[in-house]
């Protein structure tokens, strides 16, 4: 499960319009550098009159007029670099009216003063998929322009998060950079700041302090993925709903570092060493709002006892689960997606009751593990069951009575045989789709063939019904 946000995650847009609440400038509404000593064009807004010695072309959506500095293009609101020619060096002076920025994929090296520096209506600056260092960042690049909400930074070189970063910021994108550390007070002034993007960096613990991100009062997206931590960073905001830590080196998650960040909704730990002492029991309990905490591939040997009770989606794919106790899922009753695929789970040691409390489960994957038949007491609400690649040699009713919702039964790359599927096996399972078609009443009145079905549920071209 991924976080419900449209813009979380995603990359920054290559060519963003005005934010959609900032009042639309007189005149032109987009100037275009083609390469900022030559030239540049402007975007007039429909049935606007131009007076200036330019070139205009019509499109669908607007009228485009290009022309030479030296025409003068008068006021703008937008900037975006559309040449051939990539820019090594960003304006020295850009209109005081602009509102978004796009510099973005060229070879930017070096920013000015005044390239963003008194904009007071500017929002928006895209600079990712340049080669900025931290020298190339001016201290006071962005002074006089107090209303940026979103800058991306993404895919430069820089090596620590500039100090100088406008204090109206939401969204800021740092990812894919050499950033080794966060200079103490680099962020205490982005009080507004909702989203924060790190990853792909090179962050060491040693890079990050307890007064870090102490000040981010309203952050609630934090991407720290693909670093080189080893402990979860102290200090984290309470406002947090999504943290992103996975693929680090982390080693043991601290109890004391996540206690307050009870309305957290998603934790993803993926690809990390805990191992099999990295997660104590009730280390996560605080969490009391967590919705889903994904932890595949970092060697867990069983279930993480004493889960938030709140938690709806468990992702723990790829680990070294080897048994499942009567009591081990007991302390989350309101799961709906359970994943322990490919893991080390054996029949004899899947207790008769390990799903039993799981009365909102939906969704359970127990594909690639070691299985020789189906588990019992699986939950009657149960919407999907994913049992390939395992060692099933055998079907019986039992374990799937009581399924009349199961629309999703997976049983490829096993060691199935017609004759090992007892006499109605199917007969409950009114809901189940087989390759796109219901399995409806009419068709288990008809009482198909063990074989019929099976040839249908399993991808064997050897069977025909």
């Not at 730990?269 to 905490?293: D, I, K, S, V, Y």
Request: net charge positive.
């Amino acid at each position: 499960m991924t976080p419900p946000s449209p813009t979380w995650g995603r990359a920054p847009s290559p060519h963003p319009g005005p934010a959609p609440h900032a009042a639309p400038a007189p005149g032109p509404t987009r100037w275009t550098a083609t390469a900022w000593t030559s030239g540049c064009s402007r975007t007039t807004s429909p049935g606007l009159l131009s007076t200036s010695p330019c070139r205009t072309t019509s499109s669908r959506s607007s009228p485009t007029t290009s022309c030479h500095v030296s025409a003068g293009c008068g006021p703008s609101t937008s900037t975006t670099t559309s040449s051939p020619l990539r820019l090594s060096v960003a304006p020295q002076f850009l209109p005081r009216s602009l509102r978004v920025a796009d510099l973005a994929a060229n070879e930017v090296t070096e920013i000015f003063p005044l390239t963003f520096g008194e904009k007071p209506a500017l929002r928006s600056v895209y600079l990712h998929n340049n080669q900025l260092s931290n020298a190339g960042l001016p201290p006071d690049a962005f002074r006089g322009s107090e209303a940026v909400a979103t800058l991306s930074l993404s895919s430069n070189q820089l090596s620590y998060v500039p100090p100088s970063l406008p204090p109206s910021l939401e969204r800021l994108h740092l990812q894919n950079n050499l950033i080794s550390k966060v200079p103490r007070g680099a962020l205490s002034r982005q009080t507004h700041l909702r989203e924060l993007y790190l990853q792909h960096n090179q962050l060491t613990d040693s890079g990050l302090d307890a007064t870090t991100f102490s000040k981010l009062h309203r952050l609630e997206y934090l991407d720290l993925s693909h670093n080189q931590l080893a402990a979860v960073p102290a200090g984290l905001p309470r406002t947090l709903a999504v943290l992103h830590l996975g693929r680090n080196r982390i080693r043991w998650v601290e109890a004391a570092r996540l206690g307050g960040l009870r309305g957290l909704r998603y934790l993803l730990l993926q690809h990390n060493q805990l191992g099999a002492t990295g997660l104590p029991a009730g280390a996560l309990r605080p969490l009391r709002g967590l919705h889903t905490l994904h932890l595949y591939g970092n060697r867990l040997d069983r279930v993480p006892q004493a889960l938030p009770r709140r938690l709806r989606a468990l992702v723990l794919p790829h680990n070294r689960v080897a048994a499942l106790g009567a009591r081990d899922l007991a302390s989350t009753p309101r799961l709906a997606e359970l994943n322990l695929a490919y893991n080390c789970l054996a029949s004899a040691r899947v207790h008769l009751r390990a799903f039993r409390r799981l009365r909102a489960l939906r969704s359970l994957d127990l594909a690639g593990n070691q299985l020789t038949q189906l588990p019992s007491g699986l939950p009657a609400g149960l919407h999907t069951l994913r049992l390939q690649r395992n060692q099933l040699r055998t079907l019986e009713p039992e374990p799937l009575a009581g399924l009349h919702q199961l629309q999703e039964l997976s049983l490829a790359h096993n060691r199935l045989r017609v004759g090992g599927i007892g006499p109605g096996t199917w007969h409950e399972l009114q809901a189940l789709q087989v390759r796109g078609r219901l399995v409806g009443h009419t068709i288990h009145r008809a009482a198909p063939s063990p074989l019929c079905l099976l040839a249908q549920l399993l991808p064997w071209k050897a069977l025909k019904c």
